[in-house]
């Protein structure tokens, strides 16, 4: 019979129960200092698009009403009269309520949420263009 001395060292060949709980508490601290972090830059980057979108369809409505003489008629039509202004498709709303929606509501004056589950509002008479929430009724 041979029998083979094994030295201690030669015996472990794994991670400890304790080692792995430390490594998972580590894990956890990361994620809880980081997702705040990320989360917030989410939101930034989607009220920068929305800001973006505004400014894209409002610069669209001055050069028909430069064009045309008088702001586009009301916002049924919106979206229609502006595409040869507009490159692409007509935004959708980012963020709020109504985000991911490309519909225009009959907007108020002065700005204010129209109901109906419409991502924007137009103001014929005025030609405000703005997002139908009240987060973003100041831009």
């Known amino acids: 019979m041979n029998v083979r001395k094994v030295s201690r060292s030669q015996l472990r060949s794994g ?21 705040p972090k990320m989360t917030s830059s989410t939101l ?27 702001y586009p008629p009301d916002s049924t039509t919106l979206q229609t009269v502006l595409k040869p202004y507009l490159k692409g498709q007509f935004p959708a709303a980012p963020i709020g309520a109504n985000a991911g929606s490309t519909g225009v509501a009959v907007g108020q004056d002065p700005p204010a949420v129209v109901t109906g589950g419409l991502g924007w509002a137009y103001t014929a008479s005025t030609g ?10 100041a831009w």
């Open 15 to 35: 991670f400890t129960l304790v080692e792995l709980v430390v490594v998972v508490l580590i894990m956890g601290i990361i994620a809880a200092v980081a997702l």
């Open 44 to 70: 930034v980057a989607k009220t920068n698009a929305a800001k973006q979108s505004l400014a894209t369809v409002r610069s669209a409505i001055e050069l028909y009403k430069g064009e045309q003489g008088a």
């Open 128 to 137: 405000d263009f703005y997002m139908n929430d009240t987060s973003s009724l």
